[in-house]
């Protein structure tokens, strides 16, 4: 068995990238040492290239647990685009605090390794790995100011809920090997679709399965499982949380796409209403946690937990069948999805920028610090007011695009719980822009407080937050530019 | 031989050890001499008498000792596998044994720059 | 010779995960929720070990093989957070008021 090491290729320059960065913090000394972000940055950009060459190739290998597809190269790209962005706006806040910065960047350069291979697993064992190789250094670096007791107790959180959800995770697993006699998501599919009469299955397989889902709805914050994500996010270094709420927790999605659309899309029926009631439950929750907060970080926090219900909802109105309005309706669903993870990372990814940058040389992080931001930096206040237009999902802003694709992904087929959930998304979006708004109004209206800082950004966080509340505004303009490409992103389940 | 045969094998065993171990000890109490003293209730009898409970807090080090351990030592679950085909790799095989050799030797060098980033942040010092 | 019927390992491994995931729910000191969370893991290695041997293939005991070392670098993860924890906060109780609790 020849091994494809073309199609590693991406995996394998982070994997080198994470070795030379951990033996080039050893090496250097003293201020030299944050030298080792730009190497981290040349390393992506290699992965990125690599990505590119494979695009549009068909190719599988390790046994066909590791497959490139247009899927898989889709959410490669994200994810190592979300990471530029996130080594961009940890370059001055870990030089200047005196954190561990080799540490950090070997970590980091770990976790998105393990997000990078998420999306081409197509093997239950694969996605385990992947998945763990996301938390494990996610549980470090959020405790990486380890003098910090916030850090340690969110970090100790953290784990516990970590460890707990990978270990219920895995007795779905190992149940559904010991069901099917596979771990090939594809093999358990067929293994199900043949043993398996739909209104009857068997009620271990089916708890099986909600074991896995409840496992990744920990990853993703699902309700009710949420209560870690805001503590855990304001103890973290904010880098730290902007890397898990927007790129691990995508990653949580790719897999819980994988399991659910690629190995369990026969049993559809058992799943698909449970996450349909957790999706409302989810965006409910977040929002009307959002309204109370008084710290921004807890705030985005919130924000995100409820952005995850959103995320959700397409998977509520799934189909098991394999006609073709099922087929399609599945197809919309999962589009929905991967447009929505988009939006959510070029948006989410460019509030939390700002919030460093603000709290920079400061460390202001309250609500209350934001009043009058607009006069004493136009550039944050400006960029900031996009990202939080585009996150309510206002017009003119990627966030419209990517509520309206699951609205339309809810209504491929009309149906009444369909349309609750499409309900359900809109009241939501209306609660969110109370909050929102509040804070843009404090952005602009409200005169700053006596002696308040004037923000330094430093460069690169500034280029960040540019670059991304343009692309907010340009995919906004012209959403043609990322649904064309998202369009021949197919899911494809025979393989 | 049946599930309760098996079991049944245990079960004799079980009885013959309880059976061997009470003769051996009614044995010993009719022949020893009986001489009580509070000396022989002390934990030593002879030499030093222990200070403090048995609930002493370890060295912190120890820990990190343990954990570099823990982690070396479950890696090597992966050379087992690798052991048992590599015997039978030849240069004609696919994968050849030169391709696994090296395969393996990769996997052990990122292992070893693990060891050399503790060695160099001074955690294998006891100082 | 016959062997142990195959459901017998199934339910050994589903009494050790309840067992763990009681302690987990229940037990307030963090080492021995460590314990638990391990024994969760052994639970679920018994049954791919189980369902292995009734497929006759390996894919399971591969996926054992995964499990330990994962389970190693996270417990060795874990007991580094608590011994930091520790000197900060001198107990590994995890009911003591925390800062985090909103």
């Known amino acids: 068995m020849a091994i494809d090491f073309g199609a590693l290729g991406p995996e394998i320059a982070l994997a080198v990238t994470a070795l030379v960065v951990l033996a080039a913090d050893l090496s250097l000394r003293g201020p ?30 390790f046994g066909g647990t ?8 889709t959410f490669k790209l994200l994810f190592l685009g979300t990471l530029l962005a996130v080594l961009g706006i940890s370059w001055r806040f870990f030089a200047e605090g005196r954190y561990f910065q080799g540490e950090y960047y070997f970590l980091i350069v770990t976790a998105f390794l393990g ?17 763990e190789t996301v938390s494990i250094p996610a549980f470090v670096m959020v405790g990486l100011r380890k003098r910090d007791l916030y850090s340690s107790e969110a970090s100790l959180k953290f784990f516990l809920i970590g460890v707990l959800s990978v270990a219920i995770m895995l007795l779905g697993m190992s149940l559904v090997y010991g069901f099917t006699g596979t771990t090939s998501l594809t093999g358990i599919a067929e293994a199900i679709a043949a043993t398996q ?38 103890g973290a270094p904010m880098p730290v949380t902007a890397m898990l709420a927007v790129a691990s927790k995508a990653a949580g999605f790719v897999g819980l796409t994988l399991v659910a659309f690629a190995a369990f899309a026969p049993l559809a029926g058992a799943w698909a209403p449970v996450l349909g009631v957790v999706a409302l439950a989810t965006m409910t929750v977040g929002n009307l ?35 073709a309005l099922s087929l399609a ?62 996150l309510g999902g206002a017009p003119l802003t990627v966030g419209l695009w990517a509520k309206f694709a699951i609205v339309e992904a809810l209504t491929v087929d009309v149906t009444a719980f369909g349309l609750v959930l499409a309900a359900g998304l809109v009241v ?56 064309d490409t998202t369009s021949v992103v197919t899911l494809a389940l025979g393989r | 031989m049946t599930l309760g ?25 009719l022949m020893r001499p009986s001489v009580p003293s509070p000396l022989k209730l002390s934990t030593y009898e002879c030499g030093v008498d222990a200070v403090g409970s048995g609930w002493s807090q370890m060295n912190i080090r120890y820990y990190v000792f343990a954990f570099l351990f823990v982690i070396f030592d479950v890696e090597a679950i992966f050379l087992f596998p690798w052991a048992v085909i590599f015997g039978d790799l030849t240069s004609s095989t696919t994968p050849s044994a030169l391709y696994a050799l090296v395969a393996m030797f990769l996997f052990i060098a990122t292992l070893l720059e693990g060891l050399a980033y503790a060695w160099r942040k001074g955690v294998l010092r006891w100082e | 010779m016959t062997a142990i019927p195959i459901g017998a390992h199934l339910i050994l491994a589903a009494l050790i995960f309840t067992v763990g995931l009681v302690g987990v729910l229940i037990r307030r000191n963090l080492i021995v929720l460590f314990m638990c969370v391990e024994l969760m893991l052994n639970a679920v290695n018994l049954t791919l070990v189980a369902a292995s041997r009734i497929w006759g293939a390996a894919d399971g005991q591969v996926f054992t093989f995964f499990i330990i070392v994962v389970a190693a670098a996270e417990v060795v993860v874990g007991l580094a957070i608590l011994v930091n924890l520790f000197f900060r906060r001198g107990t590994v109780d995890v009911d003591v008021p925390s800062l985090l609790r909103s």
Request: glycine residues 10%.
């Open chain 1, 32 to 61: 030299a040492k944050q030298l080792v972000n730009p190497v981290a940055a040349a390393g992506t950009v290699v992965a990125i290239a690599l990505t590119l060459r494979l695009w549009g190739d068909e190719r599988s290998t």
């Open chain 1, 66 to 73: 590791f497959v490139i597809d247009s899927l898989a190269l």
């Open chain 1, 115 to 131: 997000m990078v291979l998420m999306p081409s697993a197509r093997d239950l064992l694969t996605l385990f790995v992947a998945l």
């Open chain 1, 197 to 234: 009469t739909p209104g009857s299955e068997t009620p271990l397989l089916l708890a099986a399965v909600l074991l896995i889902v409840v496992g990744f709805g920990f990853k993703v914050s699902a309700v009710p499982f949420h209560f870690w994500a805001p503590d855990t996010y304001a």
């Open chain 1, 289 to 323: 946690g959002a309204l109370q907060q008084r710290d921004v970080v807890r705030l985005l926090a919130y924000s995100s937990v409820a952005q995850a219900g959103y995320i959700l909802l397409p998977f509520g109105v799934a189909r098991g069948g394999t006609d």
């Open chain 1, 329 to 390: 309706v599945n197809q919309t669903a999962f589009r929905a999805v991967l447009l929505y993870l988009v939006a959510y990372a070029v948006m989410n990814i460019g509030a939390f920028a700002v919030v460093i940058g603000v709290a920079r040389r400061s460390g202001l992080r309250a609500t209350a610090d934001y009043a009058g931001l607009g006069a004493r930096s136009p550039l944050l206040g400006g960029a900031m007011t996009v990202f939080l237009l585009s």
């Open chain 1, 428 to 483: 939501n979006s209306v609660i969110a822009f109370f909050y929102y708004l509040r804070l843009i109004r404090g952005i602009w209206m409200e005169a700053p407080a006596e002696g308040a800082p004037v923000p330094q950004p430093g460069f690169n966080l500034s280029l960040v937050v540019v670059g991304l509340a343009a692309l907010t505004v340009v995919l906004g303009v012209l959403p043609a530019l990322v649904t």
């Open chain 2, 5 to 29: 045969g098996q079991y049944g094998t245990v079960a004799v065993m079980v009885v013959f050890g309880a059976v061997l171990y009470a003769i051996i000890m009614l044995l010993n109490r």
